[in-house]
């Protein structure tokens, strides 16, 4: 391979072919756009978009000590996963309660779970959960033969449903939010990183190609990573390295919500430290942020907060939805609905607005 080539999934020739511009994403080369994100953003809110991320790591555990191992070493609770298919996010963490990285599970049986992390992290995670697995009956196996495809809109399943295999288009149709399900060597899950419903399906490399093709032919948009930023922002559903990272704890990164406090006897990694900081009056807020003056919100821009104390937006942009700047910020503590943001240098005003900011096409915040 050329040393300045990254990786490429087995969809690679196709992006380029459609003229996508490609750019490096966690050592991948990915599609960032075909043209124009903003209609790609548009496409996903108003109809359906696919997106290739075949970028992801997957990991199958499977062993007689699975659930007690992932009850260990997730922040949340596998023990609540009883239904076959059935997913959780959660957070993986250090001994210091910072986030390794965020992932999903699907539960199958109590002794076989796959996981889904993210492609930046890939090679800490794998040595981390590695690491973490001795003294447990496990046995990790990553998918490096699995392509993953992202469908995602209101229209998403319709469309989607019809390139699966025949026999489980109505099991696909079937499926709550946040389940999977096998179809022939497919993996079809009603998940999705964007705010709106969708499919997340997973088949071999050698298939992608002619699945890509066929949802192209049924009228859904081919997307790039911009558009799924701008998406995921809206939602407001955090990016590892920016919202959360290994030096911050979920308390602090909006992810209080992830954590399985109960039962009080279960050790998982990183739950002492997280006690600490649950403890702390002064814990960080974690917020959403509307740009009242005129600029755009980016990540890692102060916040000011009149009387209290500073913060960093992380996570900004302009929010084509909405038709404004919007972000995600870390703030002090403390009791106030407004802050100043600098940008180039100007402290400009932003309203703390409830988030997520957008759901399912829908603008939830007060404009």
């Known amino acids: 391979m050329n040393p300045q080539t990254g990786l490429r999934t087995a969809l690679f020739e196709r992006h380029r ?6 750019v490096d994403f966690g050592g991948w080369d990915m599609p960032l756009h075909y043209g124009s994100q903003k209609e790609e953003h548009h496409a996903v ?11 992801m790591t997957v990991i199958d555990l499977v062993g007689t000590d699975a659930e007690r191992f992932l ?5 949340n609770d596998v023990a609540k996963l009883t239904e076959p298919g059935k997913a959780l996010y959660s957070c993986m963490l250090n001994f210091d309660g910072g986030v390794v990285d965020d992932l999903i599970v699907y539960f199958f049986t109590p002794e076989r779970y796959r996981l889904v992390v993210n492609a930046a992290t890939r090679e800490k995670d794998l040595e981390w959960i590695g690491a973490r697995s001795d003294g447990f009956e496990v046995e990790l196996s990553e998918r490096p033969d699995l392509a993953m495809l992202a469908v995602q809109g209101p229209d998403a399943r319709e469309l989607a449903a019809g390139i699966l295999p025949a026999g489980s288009r ?20 009603r998940t999705g990183y964007t705010g709106e419903d969708g499919f997340e399906i997973l088949l071999p490399s050698a298939e992608a190609g002619g699945a890509w093709q066929a949802l192209l032919d049924a009228g859904v948009a081919p997307c790039g990573l911009a558009a799924r930023d701008t998406l995921r922002l809206e939602a407001a559903m955090n990016l590892y390295g920016n919202d959360m990272d290994d030096a911050t704890s979920p308390l602090e990164a909006g992810l209080g919500w992830t954590i399985a406090w109960k039962p009080e006897e279960r050790e998982f990694v990183g739950r002492d430290a997280l006690e600490a900081v649950r403890a702390r009056p002064d814990r960080r807020r974690f917020v959403g942020l509307l740009l009242e003056d005129k600029g755009v919100l980016r990540s890692h821009q102060r916040v000011v907060v009149d009387g209290v104390g500073e913060g960093e937006t992380t996570s900004g942009g302009f929010a084509p939805t909405i038709g404004r700047s919007i972000a995600l910020a870390r703030a002090p503590a403390g009791d106030y609905d407004r802050v100043a943001v600098e940008i180039r240098g100007k402290l400009l005003n932003a309203r703390i607005v409830p988030t997520p900011f957008v759901r399912h096409g829908t603008v939830r915040i007060d404009v």
């Open 17 to 22: 072919a459609a003229g996508a511009r490609i």
């Open 45 to 55: 809110r108003r109809h359906a978009g696919v997106f290739d991320v075949s970028h």
């Open 71 to 75: 009850r260990h070493l997730l922040a």
């Open 170 to 189: 109505e099991t696909a149709l079937n499926l709550a939010p946040f389940f999977g399900a096998d179809a022939g060597d497919w993996f079809v899950a």
